[in-house]
């Protein structure tokens, strides 16, 4: 079983992906596209992704400890250059990353559910 998430992006086009993954649960396939409909929403112009960075387990985890080093994040991407075409495409990726965690997230944690309600 494998998910595959594949991306294009050109001069003229915004980037988009697809996820694709086998749905067990009716025998087909999921395919789920994620496209930026508004290039000017803040979360596709700035490369601190919402879904970037220590995840929260991380950070309890560090808070816990008392830790405060364990919560840095020290891959934090800088600022690209707005008038460069790369650095347009990478804060676009950014938020389009957020687009896809999020959305595995919530799929995640639907399983999790629908695991815990068939245990009963």
Not at 70 to 83: E, G, L, T, V, Y
Not at 87 to 103: A, C, F, K, P, V
């Amino acid at each position: 079983m494998s998910n595959d998430i594949s991306s294009s992006s050109t001069n003229t086009e915004l980037p988009s992906a697809i996820y694709t993954a086998p749905n067990d649960n009716i025998g087909s396939h999921i395919n789920h596209k994620f496209t930026i409909e508004d290039p000017n929403l803040p979360k596709y112009n700035t490369t601190n992704g919402k879904t970037s960075g220590p995840s929260e387990y991380l950070t309890k985890k560090a808070i816990d400890s008392s830790n405060k080093e364990d919560i840095i994040n020290k891959d934090n991407a800088s600022m690209p250059s707005r008038d460069s075409f790369l650095g347009e495409l990478r804060m676009q990726l950014t938020g389009l990353q957020d687009d896809i965690n999020e959305y595995l997230t919530e799929r995640m944690n639907d399983n999790i559910a629908n695991i815990k309600r068939l245990k009963k």
